[in-house]
């Protein structure tokens, strides 16, 4: 129920960070923002432009109509027929931006250039600027409003020159909208730096990791939200602590008495001679046994869910194994259900493995497995004790093959492979807990690796934390 | 042997004594660090069975003193405390074993044992002196193929012999190593267990030598 808990939690986590990735909404809503108020200055740069572009545009054609008007005063008054209309031939091909016509106050064309096309021209003859839906016009009268020039201009040029003034400024906008947004990426990551370190500290820790998370270099705007959360952190610290501790002193109180009850009644066994009264006596001590290991699993299955399974100081994780290891076969000397118990134990050249899991957290669970290993082994057959230069501990005892449904179900409390041994049916599942609480990946094999038969566990320790990921605060 | 129990809750602390007693060692029960302390001061004991929450005190702490005062004496720790941390700290203090609360009186007589020997320079469990084969944990005596029947004094005598193979035991000595605090011992009582060890080990492995002990010879 905790896993799944866990697993759904884990899940809103990463659907939420999927959805709301601080980094992901900074860069693209800064890249669109910068884009549009670019955009937005661009048209305005391009509307003003329009504005003086036009106005120098109709300068220009104020000015030429001024310019020619004289000329072609001149020329007109100089003619013999000045009735004849005259178009002017140009010096060498080329296409007229401005043409024009000069007429006499009754609108006869006088005077014309080589590309004017009459039909394109105001039919009244106006003064000043006026525009139809192809041309803007200049006309102006001379000689006593006796002839009348009008000049004329295609309006299609001046958009073409709008557009390529807009596009001259749209063509690196476009080169800058994809710089501007890996720029801002980088930014923006280089600026949460800390805060991507402060999830991945988070997001790396077992259920059990209980110590402070680094909060070196958190923004103002996150530091007192990851200080709370350190505080909240210690006051849980300080809360499972105290219920370790009530554990572990329920844990003596309890076993003292069990001690005295197997210790009077190991001792009347030996007094009382053989018969009805030494059975009895023999049974209580079975039951007391039962109740001594029952009491024993169910406070260790407290301890391993209870959290507080990771510790502050790193200790060697191979001294401790050969500690509980001489310790097992020391217990097998004289207890007559394991006598004749060999522990074979494999460990790494370099003898040493760092962890910070809690020493009695670790101990827990290589116990449980032994005893897994032992219980469910073939008498006179050695358990298969290994401990990798990666953190990897197995524990292999011979065994028929255990089914692959059986096998699956092996780590729910209560449930038991082989019930011909007595057992709680906990230790696997006490095993699970603190494999989960530690952040280490256990797996069942039947039949073990490279055998046709027995039965192995694996725990993969996590490696070693790095002190920077874990300083207090 | 003459072991020191130091145990505060009387129920066990009565069946323990009771246990080894029975197989032939002299026991000192004390309740207190205070008391535990006086009895090592007066007699050097050859094993100390400690608890480790006594009402005066911390059971490590008495421990830590007695390293500290030089002895070497064989220490075994008896508590309720069964984390692996807790077993740290009793063997870096000095024990020599730890045995965790309830326990099999069968394994407490076994580690015992086990410690004893390992003292005596001789893990092995299995002794060979002149044609006698002796067998430490299953408290058996052998002489070519036949087995000997020891009672429970009688093997401790013997016991006291092998731990100082070839050293001169005198009866004081050997007192201590059998009797308890508050034990009636009668003035002859070391002359007559010596003597019945003679008659069923054979007269020439034990030597008397005059107004001083006693020496077990090896070959």
């Given at each position: 129920?905790?896993?799944?808990?866990?697993?759904?939690?884990?899940?809103?986590?990463?659907?939420?960070?999927?959805?709301?990735?601080?980094?992901?909404?900074?860069?693209?809503?800064?890249?669109?923002?910068?884009?549009?108020?670019?955009?937005?200055?661009?048209?305005?740069?391009?509307?003003?432009?329009?504005?003086?572009?036009?106005?120098?545009?109709?300068?220009?054609?104020?000015?030429?109509?001024?310019?020619?008007?004289?000329?072609?005063?001149?020329?007109?008054?100089?003619?013999?027929?000045?009735?004849?209309?005259?178009?002017?031939?140009?010096?060498?091909?080329?296409?007229?931006?401005?043409?024009?016509?000069?007429?006499?106050?009754?609108?006869?064309?006088?005077?014309?250039?080589?590309?004017?096309?009459?039909?394109?021209?105001?039919?009244?003859?106006?003064?000043?600027?006026?525009?139809?839906?192809?041309?803007?016009?200049?006309?102006?009268?001379?000689?006593?409003?006796?002839?009348?020039?009008?000049?004329?201009?295609?309006?299609?040029?001046?958009?073409?020159?709008?557009?390529?003034?807009?596009?001259?400024?749209?063509?690196?906008?476009?080169?800058?909208?994809?710089?501007?947004?890996?720029?801002?990426?980088?930014?923006?990551?280089?600026?949460?730096?800390?805060?991507?370190?402060?999830?991945?500290?988070?997001?790396?820790?077992?259920?059990?990791?209980?110590?402070?998370?680094?909060?070196?270099?958190?923004?103002?705007?996150?530091?007192?939200?990851?200080?709370?959360?350190?505080?909240?952190?210690?006051?849980?610290?300080?809360?499972?602590?105290?219920?370790?501790?009530?554990?572990?002193?329920?844990?003596?109180?309890?076993?003292?008495?069990?001690?005295?009850?197997?210790?009077?009644?190991?001792?009347?066994?030996?007094?009382?001679?053989?018969?009805?009264?030494?059975?009895?006596?023999?049974?209580?001590?079975?039951?007391?046994?039962?109740?001594?290991?029952?009491?024993?699993?169910?406070?260790?299955?407290?301890?391993?869910?209870?959290?507080?399974?990771?510790?502050?100081?790193?200790?060697?994780?191979?001294?401790?194994?050969?500690?509980?290891?001489?310790?097992?076969?020391?217990?097998?000397v004289t207890?007559?259900?394991?006598?004749?118990?060999?522990?074979?134990?494999?460990?790494?050249?370099?003898?040493?493995?760092?962890?910070?899991?809690?020493?009695?957290?670790?101990?827990?669970?290589?116990?449980?497995?032994?005893?897994?290993?032992?219980?469910?082994?073939?008498?006179?057959?050695?358990?298969?004790?290994?401990?990798?230069?990666?953190?990897?501990?197995?524990?292999?005892?011979?065994?028929?093959?255990?089914?692959?449904?059986?096998?699956?179900?092996?780590?729910?409390?209560?449930?038991?492979?082989?019930?011909?041994?007595?057992?709680?049916?906990?230790?696997?599942?006490?095993?699970?807990?603190?494999?989960?609480?530690?952040?280490?990946?256990?797996?069942?094999?039947?039949?073990?690796?490279?055998?046709?038969?027995?039965?192995?566990?694996?725990?993969?320790?996590?490696?070693?934390?790095?002190?920077?990921?874990?300083?207090?605060? | 042997?003459?072991?020191?129990?130091?145990?505060?809750?009387?129920?066990?602390?009565?069946?323990?004594?009771?246990?080894?007693?029975?197989?032939?060692?002299?026991?000192?029960?004390?309740?207190?660090?205070?008391?535990?302390?006086?009895?090592?001061?007066?007699?050097?004991?050859?094993?100390?069975?400690?608890?480790?929450?006594?009402?005066?005190?911390?059971?490590?702490?008495?421990?830590?003193?007695?390293?500290?005062?030089?002895?070497?004496?064989?220490?075994?720790?008896?508590?309720?405390?069964?984390?692996?941390?807790?077993?740290?700290?009793?063997?870096?203090?000095?024990?020599?074993?730890?045995?965790?609360?309830?326990?099999?009186?069968?394994?407490?007589s076994a580690?015992?044992a086990a410690v004893s020997r390992r003292?005596a320079?001789n893990p092995n469990p299995i002794v060979n002196?002149?044609?006698?084969g002796i067998d430490l944990t299953k408290h058996l005596?052998?002489?070519?193929?036949?087995?000997?029947?020891?009672?429970?004094?009688?093997?401790?005598?013997?016991e006291?012999?092998i731990?100082?193979?070839?050293?001169?035991?005198?009866?004081?000595?050997?007192?201590?190593?059998?009797?308890?605090?508050?034990?009636?011992?009668?003035?002859?009582?070391?002359?007559?267990?010596?003597?019945?060890?003679?008659?069923?080990?054979?007269?020439?492995?034990?030597?008397?030598?005059?107004?001083?002990?006693?020496?077990?010879?090896?070959?």
């Amino acid at each position: 129920m905790k896993l799944l808990k866990g697993r759904v939690l884990k899940g809103r986590v990463q659907k939420s960070r999927a959805s709301t990735s601080l980094q992901k909404k900074l860069s693209i809503s800064l890249t669109l923002g910068m884009t549009f108020l670019w955009m937005l200055a661009l048209l305005v740069a391009v509307f003003v432009s329009q504005i003086k572009l036009n106005d120098l545009f109709d300068s220009a054609l104020a000015e030429t109509a001024q310019r020619i008007m004289p000329l072609a005063v001149v020329e007109i008054l100089n003619r013999e027929d000045i009735t004849q209309p005259q178009n002017i031939m140009s010096f060498a091909a080329h296409d007229e931006q401005l043409v024009y016509l000069v007429r006499d106050s009754l609108g006869k064309i006088l005077l014309q250039s080589h590309n004017a096309e009459p039909t394109d021209f105001n039919q009244t003859l106006l003064e000043g600027f006026s525009s139809s839906t192809t041309h803007r016009f200049y006309g102006a009268w001379a000689v006593q409003n006796s002839l009348h020039i009008e000049v004329a201009e295609l309006l299609i040029d001046r958009k073409e020159a709008i557009i390529e003034l807009a596009l001259s400024f749209l063509w690196p906008l476009l080169l800058l909208v994809p710089l501007c947004l890996l720029g801002t990426w980088i930014l923006v990551r280089y600026s949460l730096r800390y805060i991507i370190a402060y999830r991945k500290a988070i997001e790396s820790r077992g259920s059990g990791d209980l110590s402070p998370i680094n909060v070196n270099g958190l923004p103002t705007e996150i530091l007192a939200t990851a200080e709370s959360v350190n505080n909240l952190l210690e006051r849980l610290r300080r809360a499972l602590e105290a219920e370790r501790s009530f554990t572990a002193n329920s844990a003596h109180e309890l076993r003292t008495p069990i001690a005295i009850a197997l210790a009077q009644i190991q001792r009347l066994q030996q007094e009382v001679p053989t018969g009805k009264a030494r059975e009895r006596a023999i049974n209580v001590e079975s039951s007391l046994r039962k109740l001594s290991d029952l009491s024993e699993k169910l406070m260790q299955l407290a301890k391993a869910e209870g959290g507080g399974l990771l510790s502050t100081e790193q200790h060697d994780l191979i001294s401790l194994l050969k500690l509980i290891v001489d310790d097992r076969k020391r217990s097998s000397v004289t207890c007559n259900a394991t006598s004749g118990l060999v522990i074979d134990m494999t460990l790494p050249k370099s003898g040493v493995f760092m962890s910070t899991i809690d020493p009695d957290a670790f101990a827990i669970l290589v116990q449980n497995l032994l005893d897994n290993a032992i219980k469910h082994g073939r008498k006179n057959q050695p358990v298969v004790v290994g401990f990798s230069e990666q953190g990897e501990l197995s524990i292999v005892n011979a065994a028929e093959v255990v089914p692959e449904e059986p096998l699956k179900q092996l780590r729910r409390r209560f449930v038991r492979a082989n019930t011909s041994v007595q057992g709680s049916g906990l230790g696997l599942a006490i095993a699970d807990a603190i494999a989960t609480g530690i952040g280490a990946s256990m797996t069942f094999n039947s039949p073990a690796s490279g055998r046709k038969e027995g039965f192995e566990v694996k725990v993969s320790f996590p490696l070693m934390i790095k002190p920077n990921d874990k300083v207090a605060k | 042997m003459r072991i020191l129990l130091v145990e505060d809750t009387e129920g066990l602390g009565e069946v323990i004594r009771e246990q080894i007693t029975d197989e032939g060692h002299a026991v000192d029960w004390v309740l207190t660090i205070a008391h535990a302390d006086v009895s090592l001061r007066s007699v050097d004991y050859d094993l100390i069975l400690l608890d480790l929450m006594l009402p005066d005190g911390n059971g490590l702490d008495l421990l830590t003193k007695i390293r500290h005062s030089g002895k070497t004496t064989p220490v075994i720790i008896l508590t309720a405390r069964d984390q692996i941390s807790d077993r740290i700290k009793g063997l870096n203090a000095g024990a020599d074993d730890y045995l965790v609360k309830p326990f099999d009186l069968s394994e407490l007589s076994a580690r015992i044992a086990a410690v004893s020997r390992r003292y005596a320079g001789n893990p092995n469990p299995i002794v060979n002196i002149g044609a006698l084969g002796i067998d430490l944990t299953k408290h058996l005596v052998y002489r070519d193929g036949a087995t000997i029947n020891l009672t429970a004094r009688e093997w401790a005598l013997l016991e006291a012999f092998i731990q100082r193979p070839g050293t001169l035991l005198s009866k004081a000595q050997l007192e201590d190593h059998l009797y308890a605090f508050g034990s009636e011992i009668e003035s002859n009582t070391i002359e007559v267990y010596v003597s019945r060890l003679r008659k069923k080990l054979g007269s020439d492995q034990l030597e008397t030598v005059r107004g001083q002990g006693y020496r077990m010879k090896l070959l």
